[in-house]
């Protein structure tokens, strides 16, 4: 998918996105990047991204297609704060072999790689949709949606939220979500024999019970309840069953 990098700069810019975003803007100091979403007050996912320290500024790399939607929505959040937000030219390179000079390590899991930010964009050849498969790995628009809850979909596994880094908005839900309740609906991989593609409804004796995602060969990710998938299910003229 196509990346954007915009560019946040001024006194306020850390602090800004603390009270904004999942994860610990913090972390910067440390790792270099930080893995991180930005939610409506109800909790439902609007765009996740990587946050890169570049000095005193902090980069902000997510999938094009939210670009607009996220500049205009930081704009609006920032009121009087000392932050300025700016579209660069910056591109993005990935890959998983041997990491080149400067690169920084996918903070969402070792088995994905590296991520490098300068003139060139690119990547290694890596098939990064069996890659995600394999790892349970949401992607925008794939996996992740306006109607996703993080949580539902792994954000605490892949290191893209902290839950002790005080308010941000979205929160309180994504709290709850995560100490008073047990999660009925969720990300998992599976196992296809057949014909179905993303989109297809997963089935089970009848009943719907989620959403074949992302396929790569004989396996895909699933959105599914829990409560139901416990046997064979159907999706398309395929039989699934679960893996995790």
């Not at 890169?52 to 607009?68: F, I, N, R, W």
């Not at 596994?157 to 308010?167: A, I, M, P, Q, T």
């Amino acid at each position: 998918m196509p990346r954007t990098i915009l560019r946040l700069t001024g006194g306020d810019t850390r602090d800004f996105l603390q009270g904004l975003v999942t994860n610990d803007v913090r972390k910067l100091d440390t790792d270099g990047i930080v893995y991180a979403a930005l939610l409506t007050p109800q909790g439902k996912f609007i765009a996740d991204f990587f946050l890169v320290a570049d000095g005193d500024a902090v980069l902000l790399d997510l999938d094009s297609a939210l670009a607009a939607q996220v500049q205009q929505r930081l704009t609006m959040y920032k009121l009087r704060a000392d932050v300025q937000i700016a579209a660069t030219d910056i591109q993005v390179q990935r890959g998983t072999g041997p990491a080149p000079e400067g690169a920084v390590t996918d903070p969402r899991s070792a088995a994905l790689g590296w991520r490098l930010y300068g003139a060139d964009e690119g990547d290694d050849g890596t098939d990064w949709a069996a890659l995600r498969v394999a790892n349970l790995i949401p992607e925008t628009g794939e996996e992740l949606t306006p109607d996703t809850f993080i949580l539902e979909t792994g954000f605490d596994r892949l290191n893209g939220v902290d839950f002790r880094k005080g308010c941000y908005v979205g929160q309180e839900v994504t709290a709850r979500m995560r100490h008073k309740t047990e999660l009925r609906k969720g990300l998992v991989r599976v196992a296809v024999s057949g014909d179905a593609a993303p989109g297809d409804e997963i089935t089970a004796d009848g009943k719907p019970a989620g959403t074949l995602h992302t396929r790569a060969g004989d396996e895909a990710i699933a959105y599914l309840r829990f409560d139901r998938a416990t046997g064979e299910m159907r999706a398309g003229d395929a039989v699934v069953t679960r893996l995790e």
